[in-house]
């Protein structure tokens, strides 16, 4: 499907329906109370399904190479990690309870995780060796990626951009298109992994993966050190999970600050 016919369907769902203003999680002890603006003909089951397409290609390419991890120490943490963060995410969504969670890792230097829409989850194990990741370290990156797929941050990148598109070329321009571009699931893709996220979604996720670990029973305290890690693993080449998820002074102070909330949280799953 080129991209002139998905923002020709996508321009004919503003004419129709427009965006809906929408607040896909509750707030949380820590606050996430954003309204965000979604397509409303590109629905979180729509995206769900054409990125799950995209993560089974990924699987596979990764198994025909030898490396899709399913047995080592690794991964076996990842699972179990996984597993206690994923029974908090109807904290924020319920639906989410029915979501087809996938946990996968793969072997690669890469010092990289992420999860994408519908509870896709990837880690890459250059991720945990490199930067020698406690299990509490480990739960705040994987709770700051899940929190990016419950709030549909892709989603909601991808109806901006194309309401950008929009306005720049306008509805009609847009109908009459017919150049060669991207394929719609490789849009979701970009707009879900590849992309900067913008620094009110970076928040939120930190937010809300602070959160969930600490409901998971992983010390909060864990998310400083981990962004620690990351900014000095930034200072020369920065590393692909660091072009995504800037790591500042900043957002150190902002997880600090929001560490009380989460606090009780922490210590009543630990008795």
Same mark, same amino acid.
């Given at each position: 499907?080129?991209?002139?016919?998905?923002?020709?369907?996508?321009?004919?769902?503003?004419?129709?329906? *427009?965006?809906?203003?929408?607040?896909?999680?509750?707030?949380?002890?820590?606050?996430? @109370?954003?309204?965000?603006?979604?397509?409303?003909?590109?629905? #979180?089951?729509?995206?769900?399904?054409?990125?799950?397409?995209?993560?089974?290609?990924?699987?596979?390419?990764?198994?025909?190479? *030898?490396?899709?991890?399913?047995?080592?120490?690794?991964?076996?943490?990842?699972?179990?990690?996984?597993?206690?963060?994923?029974?908090?995410?109807?904290?924020?969504?319920?639906?989410?309870?029915?979501?087809?969670?996938?946990?996968?890792?793969?072997?690669?230097? @890469?010092?990289?995780?992420?999860?994408?829409?519908?509870?896709?989850?990837?880690?890459?194990?250059?991720?945990?060796?490199?930067?020698?990741?406690?299990?509490?370290?480990?739960?705040?990156?994987?709770?700051?990626?899940?929190?990016?797929?419950?709030?549909?941050?892709?989603?909601?990148?991808?109806?901006?951009?194309?309401?950008?598109?929009?306005?720049?070329?306008?509805?009609?321009?847009?109908?009459?298109?017919?150049?060669?571009?991207?394929?719609?699931?490789?849009?979701?893709?970009?707009?879900?992994?590849?992309?900067?996220?913008?620094?009110?979604?970076?928040?939120?996720?930190?937010?809300?993966?602070?959160?969930?670990?600490?409901?998971?029973?992983?010390?909060?305290?864990?998310?400083?050190?981990?962004?620690?890690?990351?900014?000095?693993?930034?200072?020369?080449?920065?590393? @692909?999970?660091?072009? #995504?998820?800037?790591?500042?002074?900043?957002?150190?102070?902002?997880?600090?600050?929001?560490?009380?909330?989460?606090?009780?949280?922490?210590?009543?799953?630990?008795?």
């Amino acid at each position: 499907m080129r991209k002139s016919f998905v923002i020709s369907l996508l321009s004919a769902s503003v004419l129709l329906g *427009g965006c809906q203003a929408v607040n896909t999680t509750s707030g949380g002890a820590v606050g996430v @109370e954003r309204k965000q603006y979604m397509f409303s003909m590109l629905s #979180t089951d729509e995206v769900n399904k054409m990125y799950a397409q995209s993560y089974q290609q990924t699987l596979g390419e990764a198994s025909s190479k *030898g490396v899709l991890d399913k047995s080592s120490v690794d991964a076996k943490r990842v699972q179990v990690i996984a597993d206690r963060l994923i029974a908090q995410a109807s904290q924020f969504r319920p639906d989410a309870a029915q979501w087809k969670w996938e946990v996968n890792v793969i072997k690669s230097d @890469e010092l990289n995780a992420n999860c994408g829409p519908g509870g896709k989850i990837i880690v890459y194990t250059g991720l945990i060796d490199q930067l020698k990741l406690t299990d509490a370290e480990l739960a705040a990156v994987m709770g700051h990626e899940i929190a990016h797929a419950l709030r549909e941050h892709g989603r909601e990148a991808m109806s901006k951009a194309y309401g950008i598109e929009m306005a720049r070329q306008g509805a009609g321009a847009i109908f009459g298109l017919g150049q060669d571009s991207m394929a719609l699931a490789d849009t979701v893709v970009n707009y879900s992994m590849t992309l900067p996220n913008s620094r009110a979604n970076e928040n939120e996720a930190d937010l809300i993966g602070l959160e969930l670990s600490a409901r998971a029973g992983y010390d909060p305290n864990a998310a400083i050190t981990l962004w620690n890690k990351m900014s000095k693993a930034s200072e020369g080449a920065p590393p @692909e999970f660091m072009s #995504t998820h800037p790591a500042s002074a900043s957002r150190i102070a902002s997880l600090q600050a929001a560490i009380p909330k989460v606090m009780p949280l922490y210590q009543a799953a630990k008795k």
